[in-house]
């Protein structure tokens, strides 16, 4: 007996007839099925798929999984959106309230490295889910940026777009929130939690998952 990840749950290793049992968990098959990267292992240069809209998938905010996030690993607590090929994931450090990042769940270090839909569906859910933190956090504008490589201020090796909700004066000039963005995380103090994380996500999960 195989699951859908290839893990031998039973072999009885005979060569002569024989029954045996063994309890099949359908939850976690389904839960399987779901994590599937189908899509990421198709190839690119047959063909390609653009849905022209974004389909949000369930999160499971009761989870321990770790994922990767570049050269560090996240917990799902820190989750508050996911769609087929993009998550959305609250900051260890905001550089303003409401400011979270968006990124591919395939761990790609580069933007030029993503593929057609990967870009399609992260560029669609930026849009998505920008709205609905202007909305929620009562802001008048966006700042949406991607720091993309070492020398524009990248510092996790996985792709990610930053949507900070702005409002009247939050800086004195306005371009200080790039040099707050270069700088934010180099400071030792303002870490965050995961617990604070963790509430935070809680929250802005029901911008899209109401029924939670």
Not at 103 to 117: G, T
Not at 163 to 183: C, G, M, Q, S, W
Request: some cysteine; hydrophobic content about 35%.
């Amino acid at each position: 007996v195989v699951d859908p990840w290839g893990e031998v749950l039973l072999d009885m290793n005979l060569d002569y007839p024989s029954i045996r049992t063994v309890d099949i968990d359908l939850d976690r098959i389904d839960k399987v099925r779901e994590k599937m990267p189908i899509i990421q292992h198709r190839r690119h240069d047959l063909y390609t798929l653009m849905s022209p809209t974004v389909i949000i998938v369930g999160i499971d905010d009761k989870s321990e999984e770790k994922i990767r996030w570049g050269q560090i690993e996240i917990t799902t607590s820190q989750i508050f959106f996911r769609s087929t090929l993009t998550m959305g994931l609250v900051n260890k450090k905001p550089v303003v309230a409401g400011h979270v990042l968006l990124s591919p769940i395939r761990c790609v270090e580069r933007f030029c490295q993503l593929n057609p839909e990967e870009i399609n569906d992260l560029f669609q859910c930026t849009q998505l889910i920008a709205g609905k933190i202007e909305e929620y956090y009562q802001a008048k504008s966006l700042s949406i940026a991607i720091q993309d490589g070492e020398y524009a201020g990248q510092t996790v090796k996985h792709v990610h777009v930053h949507i900070l909700p702005r409002k009247p004066v939050d800086f004195e000039e306005n371009d200080t929130i790039y040099h707050e963005l270069a700088h934010h995380d180099k400071r030792k103090q303002g870490w965050r939690q995961e617990k604070e994380m963790a509430d935070e996500a809680k929250i802005l999960r029901k911008l899209f998952y109401p029924d939670t």
